[in-house]
């Protein structure tokens, strides 16, 4: 008889910022399938689960989508607790829906658990607001980055060039690309930028400038997770750390 799959969000990395149930969920776990992002910190608590690293990194070799899918259903149809170990939350960037649609195909019970994004532990290492009263009333999330043979389309940067605050998953990466495409829609190349490496970490880094600079500061990230926040908030973000630094 299967058991079921949880599609559990690790957050951004430091353990402490799990949720209740995810922490027991891995401490009752038979099998772990996890990412390549999350934290030795977070592994530990799945005290007593077979850990398999199905981790998929930019630019690097790693697992295909779909024979991580089919592991997946293969795990759930061999054991009753089954942790498939999502960094941030499984349905934002996190390729959820193949999973459980290949679970359900596969009579498997899943079921998912929200996680905390790294566009929220951006701002928090930021300090502000994504959505400053005065300076922002629309933010959205977006990546440049295509699944291996997609079709290009520009549908995330009219959807960042339009709203007053733009967070931009694996955008360090296509940092030129990035720069390109929404000074070509409008958006002024004095837009303040900040780039957060490692959110929520404890090599957390923090690097600001404005939307020209970008190349400049991507260059600047070493091999850490990176979230872009594009918008006056990341200003404002400059403006409270100074305060702070100063303080």
């Not at 799959?5 to 690790?10: D, I, Q, S």
């Not at 977006?142 to 940067?157: F, R």
């Not at 931009?168 to 990466?173: L, N, Q």
């Not at 490692?198 to 850490?224: D, H, I, K, N, Y």
Request: net charge positive; with cysteine; hydrophobic share 50%.
């Amino acid at each position: 008889m299967s058991g079921t799959v949880y599609l559990v969000g690790a957050g951004p990395g430091a353990a402490d910022l799990l949720t209740l149930r995810a922490a027991r969920l891995l401490a009752e776990a038979d099998v772990v399938l996890y990412d390549a992002l999350v934290s030795a910190d977070v592994l530990a608590l799945a005290t007593k689960a077979k850990l398999y690293n199905v981790g998929k990194r930019a630019n690097r070799p790693s697992m295909d989508q779909r024979l991580i899918s089919r592991l997946l259903v293969r795990m759930g149809l061999r054991y009753q607790n089954v942790v498939r170990l999502k960094g941030g939350d499984p349905h934002l960037f996190g390729r959820a829906t193949e999973e459980i649609e290949a679970c359900r195909a596969a009579g498997i019970i899943v079921t998912t658990v929200p996680g905390v994004s790294a566009g929220f532990a951006a701002a928090s290492a930021l300090g502000v607001s994504l959505t400053s009263r005065g300076l922002s009333r629309s933010v959205t999330f977006v990546t440049p980055s295509t699944a291996k043979g997609g079709a290009e389309n520009m549908h995330w940067a009219r959807a960042a060039a339009a709203a007053e605050t733009a967070v931009i998953y694996m955008g360090a990466m296509h940092a030129e690309r990035v720069r390109d495409a929404l000074t070509d829609l409008g958006v002024p190349a004095d837009r303040p930028v900040a780039l957060i490496e490692s959110a929520s970490w404890a090599e957390q880094r923090v690097m600001r400038g404005t939307l020209s600079e970008l190349t400049a500061l991507a260059a600047q990230v070493g091999e850490g997770p990176a979230i872009m926040v594009v918008g006056e908030v990341a200003r404002e973000a400059r403006g409270a750390l100074e305060a702070a630094n100063a303080a």
